[in-house]
């Protein structure tokens, strides 16, 4: 049986895990909740609670004491986490080789079979948690900055919402220009994106305007979206797109449009290798590859990073024009 994870109350699955949602607020009042995916999952409960999804057969008296007793262990259990706890909570969900997993965490989680492909499960829920308990009196830029250079953390798990971009200005300005795809985020937010992602506010128009720039000369820059900044975006207000920007991009699209429908680069004579292991990619001197990683598939229960991660491999076919 997997953990209880609430997704959103239109999922289809909702029903697979009554069981278990059943079990967790029929015996609320014995339940330890011995380490972080405990309290994560408590969280998720409350969720369907809130949602008013559970089983009908729970009285109102049973959800009323699974609520409040939810409440005080993730209150209670968030009030006294550690610096410490909280670099193991990071490593646990964003570390990618969990061979090397901290002796510390694969200890505590070790006698609950039940969390054998939980790694990934509550990545949004502890973020979610790290800013309704405000973490930030815990955990510094610096140490923030470490984990997410550490663990390569992309940027959007962190602007859902202001909370970050407010408590740490300056590592999200950084984070956000350290990489050009990061300039699809913005463009998102004026193309109909079902996610809107808050971009950080002391990026002057001026570095936008260099970072738009940057990603139009980037290697692997979606073509629909230099149409788009070619075209210019109504009410962007972010930068201004301007006769000079609108220049570059009109060339850069004649150049991409070139390389997809040239003899050389229609595909004729040309190598696309996917790979699954990490070492033969990192060998490999295909000029278009891609590493898929296969046991993060296997083990992956959310649906949105399942979809976000094929995305970016649909986003390296649509580059080499496929």
């Not at 990545?123 to 790290?130: I, N, V």
């Not at 075209?231 to 449009?257: F, P, V, Y």
């Amino acid at each position: 049986m997997e953990r209880v994870k609430f997704y959103s109350s239109s999922d289809m699955s909702i029903g697979y895990h009554f069981d278990r949602l059943k079990e967790l607020i029929e015996s609320c009042e014995k339940l330890e909740l011995n380490n972080f995916l405990d309290i994560l999952e408590a969280y998720n409960v409350l969720k369907f609670i809130s949602n008013n999804i559970y089983p009908i057969d729970l009285s109102d008296k049973q959800i009323k004491e699974a609520k409040g007793r939810f409440n005080s262990k993730i209150n209670q259990f968030f009030n006294g986490i550690s610096k410490e706890d909280i670099s193991e909570i990071f490593s646990y969900f964003f570390f990618s080789d969990e061979s090397e997993l901290d002796e510390n965490i694969a200890k505590k989680l070790d006698n609950d079979s039940i969390d054998e492909y939980s790694n990934t499960l509550f990545r949004e829920d502890f973020l979610e948690c790290y800013e309704q308990y405000k973490l930030d009196y815990k955990i510094s830029e610096d140490d923030l900055r470490k984990y997410i250079e550490e663990y390569e953390i992309p940027i959007w798990y962190f602007i859902g919402t202001q909370y970050f971009i407010i408590k740490y200005p300056d590592l999200m300005k950084d984070i956000f220009l350290e990489k050009a795809n990061n300039f699809e985020l913005l463009l998102d937010n004026y193309t109909g994106g079902k996610n809107k992602r808050f971009i950080p506010t002391n990026i002057t128009k001026d570095e936008m305007y260099k970072f738009c720039e940057q990603y139009i000369e980037y290697t692997f820059a979606n073509l629909n979206y230099i149409r788009l900044l070619n075209q210019g975006i109504q009410g962007l207000k972010e930068l201004t797109i301007d006769a000079k920007l609108k220049l570059k991009s009109r060339k850069r699209c004649e150049q991409i449009e070139q390389e997809i429908f040239s003899d050389k680069n229609r595909g004729i004579g040309q190598r696309i290798a996917v790979y699954t292991e990490k070492e033969h990619y990192n060998v490999a001197k295909d000029e278009f590859k891609n590493l898929i990683d296969v046991d993060y598939l296997k083990k992956e229960n959310s649906k949105e990073n399942l979809l976000e991660y094929m995305m970016y491999f649909n986003f390296f076919l649509q580059t080499i024009g496929y």
